[in-house]
């Protein structure tokens, strides 16, 4: 009976053990949710081309005498680089706004709104380069956005300079019929091509407004870099330009593509599927 007894005792002393020990361990950590804004505006400044990394000089020498706008990362930093054609050295770009964008917790991207100011025309290369200030997380894109300064013509927004006026005909002839929209056709890269930047673009072009653009697009509908081209009205004028875009990570689909002002807004006249690497 004794024994029993020892025994039930002992029995009760370690399952009140356990139960102080169980009473002791500290309840799981329960997961914290970050809350990603939707959109916040970023601090940006303008800097010295000869002040910028040798990254964004070499970009810069690429497009300058082009109307082009592109971004590049260098040094753990963001730049913005905007270029204006001779036929446009009367107006620099200015940025007004920046706002990151987080459509998605695995995607972010930049949207720069921008705007063309009249100066006194430059004898050299007009280029603007902006620095981005601190961003929240990596971004995927840059998408730029551009007005005109107040006062400027309508039908100058789609690009930075007026367009020349057109000279009336002789009185007594024809004039020829007017194309209406335009026409394009890419011949490099060829489809499904494996691009590095800057990626070479060939083809040739005309429309009604006298002007196209010519710009790279990744698969989400970021455009990473383009280029205002004039073409003629009539006939087809053929081009060669090169677009610089940063380097991805990994290989990224996207798209050459040549698009131009239309009625329900930009027309799509000519593209290409790549293969960004």
């Not at 990394?53 to 971004?71: C, G, I, M, Y």
């Not at 050295?89 to 695995?106: F, H, L």
């Not at 997380?137 to 300079?161: D, I, L, M, T």
């Not at 072009?205 to 383009?226: F, I, M, Q």
Request: net charge positive.
């Amino acid at each position: 009976m004794r024994r029993l007894l020892l025994i039930m005792a002992a029995l009760v002393l370690i399952g009140g053990m356990a139960g102080c020990t169980a009473a002791r361990k500290p309840a799981p950590e329960q997961p914290r949710t970050v809350i990603i804004p939707e959109a916040t505006r970023v601090s940006f400044e303008k800097i010295d081309l000869a002040k910028a990394p040798a990254e964004v000089k070499d970009v810069a020498r690429t497009l300058e005498n082009t109307d082009a706008s592109t971004w590049v990362r260098a040094n753990n930093n963001l730049y913005l680089l905007f270029s204006t054609s001779p036929r446009n050295r009367m107006y620099r770009a200015e940025v007004t706004e920046i706002q990151q964008r987080n459509p998605r917790a695995d995607f972010s991207w930049l949207d720069v709104k921008a705007r063309y100011v009249r100066q006194a025309a430059a004898s050299a290369p007009v280029l603007t380069v902006v620095r981005v200030g601190k961003l929240d997380r990596p971004v995927n894109g840059v998408a730029f956005q551009f007005s005109r300064e107040k006062g400027q013509q309508a039908g100058q927004a789609g690009g930075p300079g007026p367009q020349p006026a057109a000279r009336p005909a002789p009185a007594g002839t024809p004039e020829p019929a007017a194309v209406t929209g335009g026409e394009a056709a890419i011949s490099e890269p060829s489809p499904d091509q494996e691009t590095t930047s800057p990626v070479k673009v060939v083809g040739k072009a005309r429309h009604s407004a006298g002007e196209v653009r010519v710009r790279l697009v990744d698969e989400r509908g970021t455009v990473l870099a383009e280029k205002s081209l004039s073409v003629g009205k009539e006939s087809f004028t053929e081009f060669e330009t090169l677009l610089s875009y940063s380097p991805v990570a990994s290989p990224r689909k996207g798209f050459v593509e040549v698009v131009a002002p239309g009625q329900d807004g930009e027309q799509s006249l000519a593209r290409v599927p790549v293969t960004m690497k």
